[in-house]
Protein backbone atom coordinates (compact mmCIF):
# COMPACT_ATOMS: atom_id res chain seq x y z
CA UNK A 1 0.00 0.00 0.00
CA UNK A 2 1.28 3.58 -1.27
CA UNK A 3 2.20 5.58 1.90
CA UNK A 4 0.33 9.10 2.32
CA UNK A 5 1.36 11.79 0.14
CA UNK A 6 3.29 9.35 -2.35
CA UNK A 7 3.80 10.44 -5.61
CA UNK A 8 2.75 8.57 -8.47
CA UNK A 9 5.32 7.73 -11.13
CA UNK A 10 4.54 7.28 -14.57
CA UNK A 11 6.83 4.79 -16.73
CA UNK A 12 6.80 5.47 -20.82
CA UNK A 13 8.20 2.40 -22.92
CA UNK A 14 10.39 3.98 -25.29
CA UNK A 15 9.54 3.35 -28.77
CA UNK A 16 12.31 4.31 -31.36
CA UNK A 17 11.60 6.72 -34.37
CA UNK A 18 8.08 7.49 -32.45
CA UNK A 19 8.91 11.00 -32.29
CA UNK A 20 9.54 11.60 -35.50
CA UNK A 21 6.27 9.76 -36.84
CA UNK A 22 4.90 11.85 -34.49
CA UNK A 23 6.12 15.56 -36.20
CA UNK A 24 5.51 13.70 -39.53
CA UNK A 25 2.14 13.11 -38.39
CA UNK A 26 1.58 16.46 -37.56
CA UNK A 27 2.82 18.19 -40.17
CA UNK A 28 1.52 15.31 -42.61
CA UNK A 29 4.76 15.25 -44.06
CA UNK A 30 4.69 11.29 -44.57
CA UNK A 31 5.08 11.37 -48.66
CA UNK A 32 7.01 14.66 -48.95
CA UNK A 33 10.51 14.57 -51.31
CA UNK A 34 13.23 15.18 -48.52
CA UNK A 35 16.90 16.96 -50.62
CA UNK A 36 18.64 16.10 -47.25
CA UNK A 37 21.37 13.12 -47.83
CA UNK A 38 21.95 11.45 -44.84
CA UNK A 39 25.39 9.28 -44.81
CA UNK A 40 27.01 6.94 -42.41
CA UNK A 41 30.88 6.73 -41.86
CA UNK A 42 31.79 4.66 -45.40
CA UNK A 43 29.42 5.92 -47.70
CA UNK A 44 30.11 7.61 -50.68
CA UNK A 45 29.19 11.17 -51.34
CA UNK A 46 28.32 12.19 -54.68
CA UNK A 47 30.59 14.83 -56.67
CA UNK A 48 28.43 15.03 -59.88
CA UNK A 49 29.06 17.92 -61.70
CA UNK A 50 31.34 19.56 -59.18
CA UNK A 51 34.43 20.02 -60.90
CA UNK A 52 37.90 21.04 -58.43
CA UNK A 53 35.38 20.30 -54.84
CA UNK A 54 36.51 20.95 -51.67
CA UNK A 55 37.18 18.61 -49.14
CA UNK A 56 35.72 19.47 -45.49
CA UNK A 57 34.96 18.77 -42.11
CA UNK A 58 33.59 14.73 -42.55
CA UNK A 59 34.92 13.91 -45.47
CA UNK A 60 38.02 11.54 -46.63
CA UNK A 61 39.21 10.63 -50.44
CA UNK A 62 39.88 7.08 -51.19
CA UNK A 63 40.49 5.87 -54.42
CA UNK A 64 39.40 8.78 -55.67
CA UNK A 65 35.98 8.65 -53.98
CA UNK A 66 35.04 11.51 -51.63
CA UNK A 67 33.94 8.99 -48.92
CA UNK A 68 31.98 9.95 -45.23
CA UNK A 69 33.91 10.04 -41.89
CA UNK A 70 30.77 11.11 -39.47
CA UNK A 71 27.51 10.12 -39.25
CA UNK A 72 25.42 13.10 -40.51
CA UNK A 73 23.59 15.67 -43.25
CA UNK A 74 25.73 16.40 -46.29
CA UNK A 75 26.05 19.71 -46.82
CA UNK A 76 27.15 22.30 -50.03
CA UNK A 77 28.39 25.70 -49.92
CA UNK A 78 29.58 26.42 -53.53
CA UNK A 79 32.43 24.21 -53.76
CA UNK A 80 32.58 23.01 -50.66
CA UNK A 81 31.31 19.85 -49.09
CA UNK A 82 31.09 18.08 -45.52
CA UNK A 83 29.65 16.38 -42.99
CA UNK A 84 27.46 17.66 -40.19
CA UNK A 85 26.88 15.68 -37.94
CA UNK A 86 23.61 15.33 -36.09
CA UNK A 87 24.60 15.15 -32.25
CA UNK A 88 28.37 16.27 -31.38
CA UNK A 89 30.01 16.95 -28.34
CA UNK A 90 30.26 20.91 -27.19
CA UNK A 91 32.83 22.40 -28.60
CA UNK A 92 34.29 24.97 -26.20
CA UNK A 93 34.20 29.05 -28.22
CA UNK A 94 35.83 32.11 -26.05
CA UNK A 95 32.72 33.55 -23.68
CA UNK A 96 30.44 31.06 -23.80
CA UNK A 97 28.30 30.33 -20.49
CA UNK A 98 28.76 26.43 -19.29
CA UNK A 99 27.30 24.53 -16.57
CA UNK A 100 29.27 21.95 -15.54
CA UNK A 101 30.00 19.48 -12.57
CA UNK A 102 33.38 19.89 -10.69
CA UNK A 103 35.35 16.03 -11.38
CA UNK A 104 38.81 16.94 -9.46
CA UNK A 105 41.11 18.91 -7.70
CA UNK A 106 44.81 18.92 -9.38
CA UNK A 107 47.17 21.63 -7.66
CA UNK A 108 45.69 25.33 -7.88
CA UNK A 109 42.85 24.36 -10.09
CA UNK A 110 39.70 22.25 -10.47
CA UNK A 111 38.17 19.84 -13.75
CA UNK A 112 34.65 20.64 -14.95
CA UNK A 113 33.26 18.08 -16.48
CA UNK A 114 31.52 20.13 -19.76
CA UNK A 115 29.87 17.03 -21.46
CA UNK A 116 33.19 17.99 -24.07
CA UNK A 117 35.66 15.93 -25.53
CA UNK A 118 38.39 16.35 -22.71
CA UNK A 119 37.74 18.41 -19.26
CA UNK A 120 37.95 21.91 -18.80
CA UNK A 121 40.41 23.67 -16.16
CA UNK A 122 39.02 26.70 -13.65
CA UNK A 123 42.14 27.99 -11.63
CA UNK A 124 42.04 29.13 -8.35
CA UNK A 125 43.00 32.45 -9.02
CA UNK A 126 40.07 32.82 -12.00
CA UNK A 127 37.65 32.38 -9.26
CA UNK A 128 35.41 34.65 -7.52
CA UNK A 129 36.83 35.49 -3.76
CA UNK A 130 34.36 35.80 -0.80
CA UNK A 131 33.45 40.30 -0.96
CA UNK A 132 34.79 40.15 -4.28
CA UNK A 133 38.03 41.38 -3.22
CA UNK A 134 41.44 41.69 -5.45
CA UNK A 135 44.40 40.25 -4.27
CA UNK A 136 47.05 37.22 -5.01
CA UNK A 137 45.89 33.59 -4.19
CA UNK A 138 48.00 32.35 -1.14
CA UNK A 139 48.71 29.08 0.23
CA UNK A 140 45.92 29.46 2.38
CA UNK A 141 43.64 29.78 -0.55
CA UNK A 142 45.29 26.78 -1.79
CA UNK A 143 44.27 24.50 1.05
CA UNK A 144 40.85 25.88 1.30
CA UNK A 145 40.19 25.03 -2.28
CA UNK A 146 37.52 22.94 -1.30
CA UNK A 147 35.40 25.58 0.70
CA UNK A 148 34.97 27.55 -3.10
CA UNK A 149 34.12 23.86 -5.04
CA UNK A 150 33.96 20.37 -3.98
CA UNK A 151 33.97 17.45 -6.45
CA UNK A 152 30.80 16.70 -7.22
CA UNK A 153 29.15 20.24 -7.19
CA UNK A 154 27.78 22.06 -10.11
CA UNK A 155 28.69 25.23 -10.93
CA UNK A 156 28.40 27.61 -14.05
CA UNK A 157 30.90 29.65 -15.44
CA UNK A 158 32.46 31.05 -18.61
CA UNK A 159 35.04 29.77 -20.91
CA UNK A 160 37.76 32.40 -20.73
CA UNK A 161 40.39 30.93 -23.46
CA UNK A 162 40.47 27.74 -25.72
CA UNK A 163 44.24 26.45 -26.73
CA UNK A 164 45.33 24.98 -29.28
CA UNK A 165 45.30 21.34 -27.89
CA UNK A 166 41.32 22.06 -27.24
CA UNK A 167 42.09 22.31 -23.79
CA UNK A 168 39.72 24.77 -21.98
CA UNK A 169 40.10 27.49 -19.16
CA UNK A 170 37.28 28.81 -17.41
CA UNK A 171 36.32 31.52 -15.16
CA UNK A 172 34.20 32.80 -12.44
CA UNK A 173 35.09 36.36 -11.71
CA UNK A 174 31.70 37.54 -11.19
CA UNK A 175 28.64 37.08 -8.66
CA UNK A 176 26.39 35.66 -11.19
CA UNK A 177 28.86 32.38 -11.41
CA UNK A 178 29.06 29.83 -8.79
CA UNK A 179 27.92 26.96 -7.32
CA UNK A 180 24.60 25.97 -8.12
CA UNK A 181 22.12 24.06 -5.81
CA UNK A 182 18.45 23.55 -5.11
CA UNK A 183 17.62 22.71 -8.48
CA UNK A 184 16.91 21.23 -11.91
CA UNK A 185 19.85 19.74 -14.64
CA UNK A 186 18.78 19.10 -17.81
CA UNK A 187 20.72 18.13 -20.68
CA UNK A 188 20.00 19.23 -23.82
CA UNK A 189 22.35 17.88 -27.82
CA UNK A 190 24.31 21.30 -28.04
CA UNK A 191 23.46 21.89 -31.38
CA UNK A 192 19.40 22.83 -30.15
CA UNK A 193 20.78 25.14 -27.83
CA UNK A 194 20.72 28.72 -29.80
CA UNK A 195 22.98 31.16 -28.74
CA UNK A 196 22.09 34.06 -27.23
CA UNK A 197 23.28 37.65 -25.99
CA UNK A 198 22.47 36.53 -22.77
CA UNK A 199 22.30 32.91 -21.16
CA UNK A 200 21.55 34.24 -17.47
CA UNK A 201 17.52 34.67 -17.33
CA UNK A 202 15.59 35.41 -14.00
CA UNK A 203 12.07 34.96 -14.11
CA UNK A 204 10.65 37.41 -11.14
CA UNK A 205 7.13 37.11 -12.25
CA UNK A 206 7.24 32.68 -12.03
CA UNK A 207 10.18 33.19 -9.54
CA UNK A 208 12.54 30.63 -11.52
CA UNK A 209 16.22 31.07 -12.27
CA UNK A 210 16.80 29.61 -15.74
CA UNK A 211 20.79 29.00 -16.80
CA UNK A 212 20.69 27.82 -20.37
CA UNK A 213 24.69 26.40 -20.83
CA UNK A 214 26.23 26.48 -24.46
CA UNK A 215 27.37 23.09 -23.70
CA UNK A 216 24.22 21.63 -23.48
CA UNK A 217 23.37 21.48 -19.78
CA UNK A 218 20.54 24.05 -18.45
CA UNK A 219 19.87 24.74 -14.87
CA UNK A 220 16.46 25.44 -13.67
CA UNK A 221 15.80 26.23 -9.84
CA UNK A 222 13.74 28.45 -7.72
CA UNK A 223 15.22 32.48 -7.48
CA UNK A 224 17.07 32.48 -4.52
CA UNK A 225 17.60 36.04 -3.10
CA UNK A 226 21.32 36.44 -3.53
CA UNK A 227 21.05 35.44 -7.08
CA UNK A 228 18.45 37.79 -7.79
CA UNK A 229 21.11 40.46 -6.09
CA UNK A 230 23.84 39.45 -8.15
CA UNK A 231 21.57 39.39 -11.52
CA UNK A 232 20.54 42.98 -10.51
CA UNK A 233 24.09 43.98 -9.61
CA UNK A 234 25.84 42.94 -12.94
CA UNK A 235 22.99 44.38 -14.91
CA UNK A 236 23.44 47.50 -12.90
CA UNK A 237 27.12 47.53 -12.88
CA UNK A 238 27.45 46.88 -9.46
CA UNK A 239 25.96 48.86 -6.52
CA UNK A 240 28.82 49.42 -4.13
CA UNK A 241 30.96 47.45 -1.74
CA UNK A 242 27.98 47.71 0.85
CA UNK A 243 25.94 46.33 -1.91
CA UNK A 244 28.67 43.51 -2.57
CA UNK A 245 28.72 43.29 1.40
CA UNK A 246 25.42 42.26 1.66
CA UNK A 247 25.31 39.69 -1.30
CA UNK A 248 28.04 38.16 0.16
CA UNK A 249 26.08 37.79 3.27
CA UNK A 250 22.72 36.38 1.61
CA UNK A 251 25.11 34.06 -0.53
CA UNK A 252 26.49 32.69 3.23
CA UNK A 253 22.69 32.43 4.17
CA UNK A 254 20.95 29.12 3.32
CA UNK A 255 18.65 29.58 1.10
CA UNK A 256 14.96 29.42 2.29
CA UNK A 257 13.15 26.32 1.36
CA UNK A 258 10.95 27.23 -2.18
CA UNK A 259 7.21 27.15 -2.06
CA UNK A 260 5.13 24.23 -3.23
CA UNK A 261 3.88 26.82 -6.18
CA UNK A 262 7.28 27.43 -7.19
CA UNK A 263 8.48 23.50 -6.89
CA UNK A 264 5.12 23.46 -9.39
CA UNK A 265 6.96 26.06 -11.44
CA UNK A 266 10.32 24.76 -11.93
CA UNK A 267 9.44 21.30 -12.73
CA UNK A 268 6.90 22.51 -15.67
CA UNK A 269 9.49 24.76 -16.86
CA UNK A 270 11.90 21.75 -16.87
CA UNK A 271 9.31 19.48 -18.93
CA UNK A 272 8.98 22.52 -21.33
CA UNK A 273 12.63 21.99 -22.19
CA UNK A 274 12.31 17.89 -22.10
CA UNK A 275 9.36 18.42 -24.90
CA UNK A 276 11.25 20.85 -26.66
CA UNK A 277 13.97 18.63 -26.82
CA UNK A 278 12.42 15.36 -27.83
CA UNK A 279 11.21 17.17 -30.44
CA UNK A 280 14.21 18.28 -32.07
CA UNK A 281 13.34 21.94 -31.49
CA UNK A 282 15.65 25.27 -30.65
CA UNK A 283 15.88 25.69 -26.73
CA UNK A 284 15.86 29.58 -26.05
CA UNK A 285 14.11 31.40 -23.75
CA UNK A 286 10.83 32.02 -26.38
CA UNK A 287 10.75 28.99 -27.21
CA UNK A 288 10.75 27.60 -23.61
CA UNK A 289 8.36 30.34 -22.43
CA UNK A 290 6.03 29.26 -25.47
CA UNK A 291 5.88 25.65 -24.55
CA UNK A 292 5.11 26.72 -20.67
CA UNK A 293 2.78 28.67 -21.68
CA UNK A 294 0.63 26.95 -24.30
CA UNK A 295 1.16 24.09 -20.97
CA UNK A 296 -0.16 26.37 -18.36
CA UNK A 297 -3.46 28.02 -20.96
CA UNK A 298 -4.00 24.70 -21.98
CA UNK A 299 -4.36 23.06 -18.31
CA UNK A 300 -2.32 20.05 -19.08
CA UNK A 301 -1.26 18.52 -15.76
CA UNK A 302 2.02 18.26 -15.09
CA UNK A 303 2.72 14.46 -15.51
CA UNK A 304 0.94 14.94 -19.09
CA UNK A 305 3.52 17.09 -20.79
CA UNK A 306 5.58 14.07 -22.26
CA UNK A 307 2.33 12.95 -23.75
CA UNK A 308 1.37 12.58 -27.44
CA UNK A 309 -1.34 14.50 -27.05
CA UNK A 310 0.74 17.50 -26.06
CA UNK A 311 3.68 16.87 -28.29
CA UNK A 312 1.50 17.48 -31.07
CA UNK A 313 -0.14 20.68 -30.41
CA UNK A 314 3.47 22.14 -29.53
CA UNK A 315 4.39 21.08 -33.09
CA UNK A 316 1.09 22.61 -34.33
CA UNK A 317 1.90 25.64 -32.39
CA UNK A 318 5.73 25.80 -33.81
CA UNK A 319 4.34 24.93 -37.63
CA UNK A 320 1.76 27.99 -37.20
CA UNK A 321 4.46 30.52 -35.99
CA UNK A 322 7.07 29.66 -38.46
CA UNK A 323 4.11 30.19 -41.25
CA UNK A 324 3.35 33.10 -39.89
CA UNK A 325 6.61 34.56 -39.74
CA UNK A 326 7.62 33.35 -43.39
CA UNK A 327 3.86 34.91 -44.72
CA UNK A 328 5.47 38.29 -42.61
Known amino acids: MAAAGAVAVKVRALVPGADVALIERVLNVHDAPSNTTFVCVGDEISTEGQEGFLRGHGTQVVDGKLVATVCGVVERVNKLIYVKTLNSRYNAEQGDVVVGRVADLAGKAWRVDLKSRQEAKLLLSAVHLPGGIQRRRNAEDELNMRSFFREGELISAEVQSVHADGSVALHTRSAKYGKLVCGQLLEVPPNLIKRQKQHFHT ?52 PPPPSRMQLEVVCRMANAIRVLTRLYMPVYPASIMATYEAAVEGEVALADMMEPGFLEAVVGQEAQRRSSAMQE
Open 203 to 254: LEALGVELIIGCNGLVWVAPLRPDRLAAANAAAGGGAGSAGADEDEAAAAAP
